[in-house]
């Protein structure tokens, strides 16, 4: 069956530190990858996605992700965290419904994301 | 040019009632998609609709919960005799095309339903 593992369920950085987010996960296929970034009271935010090509890729707001399929693993960076960047980030990949669709999303548990003046 | 618009943000009701949650979705979409986040949770896929259609419920648990998309007006996720563990966030999102491929879901704000 298919999973999103966020092993990490808060984290706590410096403003101006480096950031990583780990994110692996379970699907038999190539699959579609995501992340989003919720604020308190908020919806969700598309940050990035990945779908085939370059593993490495670039998001909104400086992120970044890189897919790496020897590790299943589809983890979130930015090398300068901002106060702003203080959210709930969660990975997702994409799965086949019907008709094709992939508007299914399996989404990991979050990891929550504070930052230290 | 507005994003996904769910009413009303908070909904507070007994339980035996009826929840009723409206989501309209970006002016051009018609693909909607109901998630429910649990506390501490992720958010879990519960249905897909496009216009007057239900395309996938696989999400949607058996008895009390229905939705609809009309023709006309916004969709409906509509939770009969209401139980404590359905307080969650319930978001709704609508893509322009069916899946990610080529169109992301753009997700509403959310309804926090609490049951008491």
């Not at chain 1, 699959?31 to 990945?50: E, H, I």
């Amino acid at each position: 069956a298919q999973s999103v593992t966020q092993p990490d369920i808060h984290i706590t950085v410096s403003e101006g530190a480096s950031l990583e987010l780990r994110c692996n996960y379970s699907y038999g296929a190539t699959p579609y990858l995501f992340w989003y970034v919720q604020s308190p009271g908020q919806g969700l935010q598309l940050l990035l996605k990945y779908f085939s090509g370059d593993t490495l890729v670039q998001g909104i707001k400086g992120f970044e992700a890189e897919f790496k399929r020897s590790q299943s693993s589809f983890n979130l960076r930015k090398p300068s965290v901002h106060w702003s960047d203080a959210a709930e980030y969660f990975c997702a990949v994409g799965v086949e419904g019907y008709g094709g669709s992939q508007g299914n999303l399996i989404f990991g548990k979050g990891t929550k994301l504070s930052v230290k003046p | 040019n507005a994003g996904v618009m769910q009413n009303p943000r908070h909904l507070v009701r007994r339980r035996g009632q009826e929840a009723r949650l409206r989501c309209s979705p970006m002016k051009g979409h018609s693909h909607v998609y109901w998630y429910r986040q649990l506390p501490e949770e992720g958010l879990k896929f519960m249905v897909y609709l496009q216009k007057e259609n239900i395309i996938d419920e696989s999400g949607m648990p058996k008895e009390r919960f229905s939705a609809e998309f009309p023709k006309e007006g916004p969709s409906i996720l509509r939770i009969q005799q209401v139980v404590r563990g359905d307080s969650a966030a319930y978001f709704c999102a609508s893509s322009l095309t069916p899946g990610h491929y080529n169109s992301p879901l753009h997700f509403g704000n959310g309804t926090r339903l609490t049951v008491t």
